[in-house]
């Protein structure tokens, strides 16, 4: 079971149980205890809810939008996409992780110098659900010594957590590290490859001023897959993006 299963099937039953134990008190304790639970796992499983804290917003600046990359660098893509951007005068945010960047830190230094932005994704893209404040707390700090050491400055002070899964304390104690916690529009679900195409057309419907959209240069679950769709796919989207008069800039920019 992959460690995202695993953090749904966890959650899952604890939910259940707490409920299962209220039931065995009486209906009403059953219901109220399935309200809460219900709630804990919106709050838990949606990046945009706001009910442990609304994530960073994006304002609607004309002729602006953030392109944004999880899970690299990885050497295969992330350069590529970077180079590409460049040449054609946008500027990216990437989400990367610890463990990447300290498996190719000449790819973070390049993206980077080619005027891109990086920012924690965490260190090893478990899911947080159900990690205490002292788990987070070294996450973030792994991943900012990791781009530190490679680029020579800390990342930018943004955090979006592995498939922006939080928990309620989440968010104060990136918060009192002196990062936002960051999500995305929409979804586009590169990962799932359903080719370059299906990719580009699932992006122009979210793309507008101030829009974040949400997608990636690796493989979070340390598997390898190829993130060689959304290279393909990359040329497409930024030409839907010129024709709306709309230029990537850094995520930062725009919060």
Known sequence: MSSKHATWAACGGLAAGAVGIAAARSQRAALATAVVAGAWLYGTFDARSRLF???AGARAEP?????TFDDGPDPRHTAAIAELLRERGHQATFFVLGRAVR???????????AGH?????????????LTPPSGVRAQLRAAEEAVRDATGSPPAPLFRTPHGVR????????????YRVCA????????ALPGADVIAERVRPLLGPGRVILLHDGDGSGGGASRQQTVQALPAILDAAEAQGLRSVPLSALL
């Open 103 to 113: 498996a190719h830190p000449e790819v973070a230094a390049a993206t980077a110098a």
């Open 117 to 129: 932005e990086l920012a924690s994704h965490g260190d090893d893209h478990r899911l947080l659900a």
């Open 53 to 55: 804290g609304a994530p």
């Open 63 to 67: 002729g602006a939008f953030a392109l």
């Open 184 to 191: 995305w529009d929409g979804s586009v679900f590169d990962t």
């Open 167 to 178: 928990s309620p304390w989440l968010g104060a104690v990136a918060r009192a590290a002196g």
